[in-house]
């Protein structure tokens, strides 16, 4: 027998600890089928990146998105091509119906129809509260992280339904579909649309056999917390607040996004699962 020590989290070192823990896990089987082709949104980095490099290694062409970095896009295609995978970057506004159409056309042409989906790409919160926001904002905001979705989402089903193929959609939500702060009415009521446009969907398409879930991260070390990546103090104090004493990395939610993905997950729909390492659980801790 093999005895198991009690994790130790009384150093903060976030990303050297979860790449130790990371490098030891048993890894599980995952099957895809052979004309499995996938889209991730916002694939040049984050959880983004991580998904669509590890769809590579498992023999997914992955046609990935961008907005803006096409170097750090063409980055990501080239780690895949290493990985003996297939990649393709596509420019796109997710949030503009015209670019969606335009995405999906081009990995089509590429690769065959589309039935794994990742929604990853997205903006932040504002930080501005309600009474001093415009309404550019807010919409600017919705178009990323709610419409991108609606619009993606809707372009894979149609053509699944057109097929007749089975599919999986993974919605990258947040902790923050249900737990609001003070300045992010924008990002925190785009992501909770986001989780009843997952649940509504995946009712609507069970019967076809396209699963529709979320993953729902807490702090995870990615651009979107590179206040925390470059500040150690700042990071150490967030990550004091986590329970389970640090935060997450993007491969460990990617590692999530597919399974969910794969046909290990065959009876998983209309969930959105947590990893955040229970810091959404201390919200009315002390209260």
């Given at each position: ?22 490098a ?23 959880i ?14 992955v ?8 170097t ?13 995978g ?12 015209q ?31 309600l009474?001093?926001?415009a ?5 600017r905001?919705?178009k990323?992280d ?14 699944l339904?057109?097929?007749?193929r ?10 923050h579909?249900?737990?609001p ?14 989780a009843?446009l ?10 076809k056999?396209?699963?529709?879930n ?6 995870i ?13 700042e ?5 004091a ?5 640090r935060?997450?990395?993007?491969d ?10 794969s046909?290990?997950?065959?009876y998983?729909?209309?969930t959105t ?15």
């Amino acid at each position: 027998m093999v005895a198991i020590g009690k994790p130790r989290h009384s150093r903060f070192d976030g990303t050297r600890l979860a790449q130790q823990r990371y490098a030891g896990m048993a890894q599980v089987s995952l099957a895809f089928d052979r004309a499995s082709v996938a889209i991730v949104t916002g694939g040049e980095s984050g959880i983004g990146r991580s998904a669509a490099i590890k769809l590579g290694k498992v023999g997914v062409p992955v046609t990935l998105t961008y907005f803006s970095d096409e170097t750090k896009a063409q980055a990501v295609v080239a780690e895949i091509e290493r990985g003996g995978g297939s990649g393709l970057a596509v420019q796109t506004d997710v949030g503009q119906e015209q670019d969606v159409e335009a995405l999906f056309a081009t990995a089509e042409a590429r690769f065959g129809t589309v039935n794994l989906l990742v929604n990853s790409a997205g903006l932040n919160m504002s930080g501005v509260l309600l009474r001093d926001m415009a309404l550019a904002q807010f919409d600017r905001l919705l178009k990323a992280d709610l419409y991108g979705p609606f619009l993606t989402c809707r372009r894979l089903v149609r053509a699944l339904e057109s097929a007749g193929r089975a599919g999986r959609i993974v919605n990258i939500s947040s902790i923050h579909e249900r737990a609001p702060r003070p300045g992010g009415v924008d990002y925190d009521a785009a992501k909770g649309g986001l989780a009843q446009l997952t649940a509504t969907l995946a009712l609507e398409l069970a019967p076809k056999h396209i699963a529709v879930n979320g993953v729902a991260p807490g702090m995870i070390l990615t651009p979107m917390n590179q206040s925390a990546l470059d500040n150690p103090e700042e990071l150490r104090r967030k990550e004091a607040a986590i329970p389970w004493g640090r935060a997450g990395t993007p491969d460990e939610v990617a590692d999530l996004v597919v399974f969910l993905l794969s046909s290990a997950a065959d009876y998983i729909t209309g969930t959105t699962v947590t990893i955040d390492g229970a810091l959404s659980l201390t919200v009315a801790q002390g209260a």
